[in-house]
């Protein structure tokens, strides 16, 4: 068989805790190091079988869409266990039948009509965030989006007010990314201070997707939000049955957590980006609608700007930077072979920065995606491709747009930090400190 070149088995115990050292502490330098060593796939003994780690857009497009049939999702491995912990069985983590199902059911919910009647709460929300910030004041805009696109997310799967549990998801989210590293290595059952942390951050926020699925559940009144819809959806082309209470939850964890941290963090990126290239910001705020006029759905067409700006930042920072397959059968993705049972990594941030598809890759362009494209189909891919294409896609660009639209026309953001923010592969790409920023007059 013919297969990748790579690093080789670790030969002795010090070589493995070397490895997971570095893939627990820097796994972007690690990765970027073995492109640069073995090509654009590379090949490494994993637990008997092997692990396949790949950036071409030729190679991911066979993974994801022309071969995906060969593969499924990854079950096992560090990082795919504390995602199901987290998610449970929701669409994420889904397979088969069972992924198929939840798919019919869920995809009339988020119907671009009914997504689009949801673009005045975002916007009041971005206003009301925006306006408590005060000038001069320095605050940690991560944290500020993360808690705003939280209290969107949750007005629109439960038309219910955040307040009372902004802190105890954001704690939980926190909890997670405390958990990675040395967390994901160790056993379960070992009392490492941040999986504690974690497990107990998730019973929290069960409870309250719990409680809010039995109230509306006992409620007989029913609302345009998306757990009214779910729970009347039935499987009319299936089994014509309903979600289950515990299905309901992992769906909505997974909407809950996907819906708010992609967003908040994409918008992140974007804030940054924008401070450190003015001319750039100012080139965005020249298409912003004057201030006596409101923003909403009718905004979008002339928003073209605001939407390649948070497009760019995307193929920089992309929210999902990794996603892992698992081959089912022995498979050949480009000139090697893949056997099946092994594990494949899809590096998007490193397809993103090549620069074969993205000439001047670090440089922040947003003009790129106003012209015409000029890369492989599969060289951009912040949402995965083929059939497990991220559902809330269109939701997510409709949302982040008008929150930077909006935020932008009433604050201007500064970083002040003197050294730039470091990422963190977490459940998202998210900055490892807090993103600190003065709130200055537009």
């Not at 958990?179 to 504690?196: A, E, F, H, I, R």
């Not at 056997?339 to 790129?368: C, I, K, M």
Request: with cysteine.
């Amino acid at each position: 068989m013919n297969f990748p070149p790579g690093p080789g088995a670790h030969r002795n115990p010090i070589e493995t805790v070397r490895y997971f050292r570095e893939i627990t502490s820097d796994p972007f330098g690690l990765v970027e190091r073995r492109f640069e060593a073995f090509g654009d796939m590379y090949y490494a003994p994993l637990r008997g079988t092997g692990l396949y780690v790949m950036r071409h857009p030729d190679h991911l497009d066979e993974v994801l869409r022309t071969k995906g049939k060969s593969f499924e999702k990854t079950q096992s491995g560090f990082a795919a266990r504390r995602i199901k912990q987290l998610l449970g069985d929701g669409l994420v983590n889904a397979e088969g039948e069972h992924w198929r199902r939840h798919r019919r059911m869920i995809n009339p919910a988020l119907g671009r009509t009914r997504i689009e009647s949801y673009a005045p709460t975002i916007v009041d929300y971005t206003t009301q965030q925006a306006q408590g910030w005060k000038l001069g004041q320095t605050v940690d805009v991560a944290r500020g989006l993360t808690s705003l696109t939280l209290q969107i997310v949750t007005k629109v799967l439960f038309d219910n007010d955040a307040g009372p549990h902004v802190e105890r998801v954001h704690g939980a989210m926190q909890a997670f990314r405390d958990s990675q590293g040395l967390g994901m290595v160790l056993p379960d059952w070992m009392p490492y201070g941040p999986n504690k942390r974690f497990d107990a951050a998730l019973v929290a926020v069960n409870e309250i997707i719990d409680e809010m699925i039995d109230d509306r559940r006992k409620s007989s009144e029913r609302g345009d939000d998306l757990l009214s819809t779910l729970v009347e959806a039935v499987d009319a082309e299936g089994d014509g049955g309903g979600l289950s209470n515990e299905e309901l939850r992992d769906e909505l964890l997974t909407m809950f957590f996907a819906g708010h941290e992609t967003t908040s963090n994409a918008l992140v990126w974007t804030l940054y980006l924008l401070s450190q290239n003015p001319e750039i910001e100012s080139w965005v705020r020249e298409e912003l609608p004057p201030s006596e006029q409101k923003i909403g759905i009718e905004s979008l067409p002339g928003l073209k700007r605001c939407q390649a700006a948070i497009e760019e930042a995307m193929r920089l920072f992309p929210p999902v930077c990794v996603i892992s397959r698992t081959a089912k059968e022995d498979v050949r993705i480009g000139e090697f072979d893949v056997t099946a049972g092994s594990e494949v990594l899809a590096w998007f941030y490193f397809t993103h920065r090549d620069e074969r598809w993205f000439p001047d890759p670090l440089a922040y362009n947003p003009q790129r995606f106003l012209d015409e494209p000029t890369w492989p189909k599969a060289a951009y891919m912040p949402f995965g491709a083929g059939q497990r294409t991220c559902i809330g896609k269109h939701f997510a660009l409709m949302e982040a747009t008008l929150i930077l639209a909006e935020l932008m026309r009433q604050v201007r953001l500064e970083y002040v930090d003197d050294r730039p923010p470091d990422p963190v592969l977490a459940i998202t790409l998210a900055p490892r400190r807090p993103m600190r920023m003065r709130i200055c007059q537009v």
